[in-house]
Structures are given as C-alpha cells and as structure tokens.
Nanobody, 120 residues
C-alpha cells in the first residue's frame, strides 16, 4: 500500500502564494506519475497539475503560468507552488499517485486532501 500525506493548505489573500507538499510512503516499487487534483463545493474534481517520472508536466489551463508542480524523487514527495492565487482557486486539494506497490501493476492512490481558501 502507498500512503499520501498532504500539507501546506490554509487561508491566503488573493494575489498571495501557498506551497502544498505531498509525501508518499509505504511499500513503493515505482511511481509513474503524481498529481494534484482539486474539488470546489458543488463542482467536479479536476486535475490541476501532473508530473511524470520523466519530469514532464501537465497543467489545467486555469492555473498555467501561476502554479508549478515539482517532485523530489529521493523523498517521494511532490510539491505544488501556487502563486497569484485567486478566489476561484478555493477548493480541497488532493494528492494522487499512480504507482506500483504490491502487485505488478500501476494503481491509483489518494491523499486525504487539504483545504485551500483564497479570500478576495
């Protein structure tokens, strides 16, 4: 099993910055990619950013140029640097990993989520 623990959420004013961290632990054989998702009240969960083992990244259009995803392979940790935050960024942000743990296949693992609130 793989456990994901997020940290770094909180309350910030519009225009401010926050940095989220997600540490993966447990029996980790290989991680294909790690991602950040978010879900605002009354909305569907959306992919915010993803980073692959190759280092390539994907971003939602709404955060491109403002958010940066990075990964420390040695620590199995992924970060999300969020700058120029807007009230519409308010959501629960969850960490996701696609990884091999026990059986030889990639499975999806999720963190518990951390609240990010941006005040106007």
């Amino acid at each position: 099993q793989v456990q994901l623990v997020e940290s770094g959420g909180g309350l910030v004013q519009a225009g401010g910055s926050l940095r989220l961290s997600c540490a993966a632990s447990g029996r980790i054989v290989s991680i294909n990619h790690m991602s950040w998702y978010r879900q605002a009240p009354g909305k569907q969960r959306e992919l915010v950013a993803r980073i692959y083992v190759s280092g390539s990244t994907n971003y939602a259009g709404s955060v491109k140029g403002r958010f940066t995803v990075s990964r420390d392979h040695a620590k199995n940790t992924v970060y999300l640097q969020m700058d120029s935050l807007k009230p519409e960024d308010t959501a629960v942000y969850s960490c996701h990993a696609n990884a091999i743990s026990g059986a030889p296949l990639f499975l999806d693992y999720w963190g518990q989520g951390t609240q990010v609130t941006v005040s106007s």
